[in-house]
């Protein structure tokens, strides 16, 4: 089933990250494997953002380590998107072939692969445009189709949805199901937990820097081993 | 009052009737300034791109220098470069000194410093912005570069600009290192200086009505680019 060189699965031993003395994750460890999307939920502050950073090596620990398996790098077989999507001020063709260049993919190549890549987030009709100039959710679309183009093992996303409105919420959250059913292990962070709902294969809970739980979603949602998950997915609910 | 009406209709014939040392005068003008703009600009993208994306010791102190020589006395610049270049200095040797080459030289060195405090200001903004993302997809500051030169491209075409404006309105350096030379170095604001103190007004209103339209356009043109900017950074 699995390609012989993997990078997955994914593992942390006792992950821990302070910052200016504040610290803002401790003994995280789990294990992300391939499969249906790995959703990090937990309340703003939790250190959601912190953790898909350092699983990307955006940031280095302060403590524990990241293990990837397999003997590939797992450097170029993983990509992120972030809250706020970063648009280089080039056209939405243009952005998408960038990181293709950087990974040294031939010049007709990076075009192909663009093209299908903005095809698959449905933005082929606006590869002039400036990037920039699109709406918030063309942008994270965009983003996404980026990222995808690198054929990515692993996509992290950062609150993927996170300024959109639920039309263009939809429109992405169709993408990350495309993206996790062709293969890509999808690990992403979201407070929204309908959202979670939707999209998790399985569930990871941080609280005030520790990760209280990681179950298959069904179980988690039905029934939350802590009496924190429960009191978060209470509170949200009634919310 | 008669005076000046009549000095600017002889100024308008001058202009009109094509007059050969006008053309020459306004010829080298723009040959010195453009030449001293895209030398400045080999040293001061990257330096400015350089600095807006490393971090190394003494890098504050550099800007710092850089902010201060924007305001470098023309004068002063052509002070230190007549040193350098005159029969005794360190570069004596090439015999630039009262040449055109000594004047795109002076000013080459008065705008350097202008191009990479600007190009910093701008791409540092715009390094902070991407430095995350760009990380993510594997490139480095180094890399980073000529990615940001890129982005900024509308954005440092009007630092060129400024540049260009610097360059072409300062009399104090090319008159030092020029020596205001007839027909070999005299430019348009050595050129005004000397007509005026010699009386010649229709002359330094004609240079000085050009330099005006020079300045107009430079201004008209970095407005356009300035819409065109915004455009692409949405």
Not at chain 1, 7 to 28: M, S
Not at chain 1, 66 to 91: K, N
Not at chain 2, 107 to 134: D, F, G, H, K
Not at chain 2, 196 to 217: E, F, H, N, Q
């Amino acid at each position: 089933m699995r390609a012989p060189d993997t990078i997955l699965p994914l593992t942390t031993e006792a992950l821990g990250f302070a910052h200016g003395g504040q610290p803002i994750l401790h003994d995280v460890s789990l294990t992300i494997e391939a499969g249906p999307p790995s959703v990090i939920i937990g309340p703003n502050g939790a250190g959601k953002s912190v953790l898909l950073r350092l699983l990307h090596g955006l940031l280095a620990p302060s403590a524990g380590r990241i293990h990837w398996s397999g003997i590939a790098d797992p450097r170029p077989r993983q990509a992120m998107v972030f809250q706020r999507p970063v648009l280089l001020r080039r056209s939405v063709l243009a952005n998408t072939t960038y990181p293709l260049g950087l990974a040294g993919l031939a010049r007709g190549e990076r075009d192909a692969r663009a093209r299908a890549a903005l095809e698959l987030v449905g933005l082929a009709a606006l590869a002039d445009r400036p990037a920039r100039t699109l709406s918030v959710g063309e942008q994270q679309r965009l983003a996404l189709g980026r990222a995808a183009a690198l054929r990515p093992e692993i996509l992290f996303l950062d609150e993927p949805c996170a300024s959109l409105d639920p039309a263009a919420t939809q429109a992405v959250e169709a993408i990350i199901a495309q993206l996790s059913a062709a293969g890509t292990k999808i690990v992403m962070t979201t407070h929204d937990l309908a959202q979670a709902r939707r999209l998790a294969g399985e569930a990871l809970f941080l609280h005030r820097g520790r990760l209280l739980e990681q179950s298959p979603a069904a179980q988690f949602f039905a029934h939350p081993a802590t009496p924190e998950a429960a009191a978060f997915l209470a509170g949200a609910l009634v919310w | 009052m008669n005076d000046l009406s009549a000095a600017f209709a002889a100024a308008a014939g001058l202009l009109a009737g094509g007059d050969p040392a006008v053309l020459g005068i306004i010829g080298l003008s723009l040959r010195v300034s453009l030449s001293a703009v895209v030398i400045a600009a080999l040293v001061g993208l990257p330096l400015g791109a350089l600095l807006a994306v490393a971090r190394f010791p003494g890098r504050g102190a550099l800007i710092v220098t850089l902010n201060a020589l924007m305001g470098l006395p023309p004068v002063v610049c052509g002070l230190l470069v007549y040193l350098l270049l005159s029969r005794s200095g360190p570069l004596g040797s090439l015999g630039l000194l009262f040449t055109p080459g000594a004047m795109i030289a002076a000013q080459a060195v008065l705008i350097a410093p202008i191009l990479a405090a600007l190009t910093r200001q701008v791409l540092e903004s715009y390094w902070e912005e991407y430095a995350e993302q760009l990380r993510s997809f594997g490139a480095g500051p180094w890399r980073a570069i000529p990615t940001l030169l890129w982005d900024g491209r509308f954005a440092l075409l009007t630092v060129l600009l400024a540049g260009f404006g610097r360059a072409s309105a300062e009399v104090g350096a090319v008159m030092i290192v020029g020596g205001n030379i007839e027909g070999f170095t005299r430019v348009m604001t050595t050129a005004i200086a000397l007509e005026t103190s010699k009386g010649d007004l229709p002359l330094a209103l004609a240079l000085g009505m050009v330099l005006m339209a020079i300045v107009l356009g430079v201004n008209a043109a970095a407005q356009t680019l300035r819409g065109a900017a915004t455009r692409w950074a949405g």
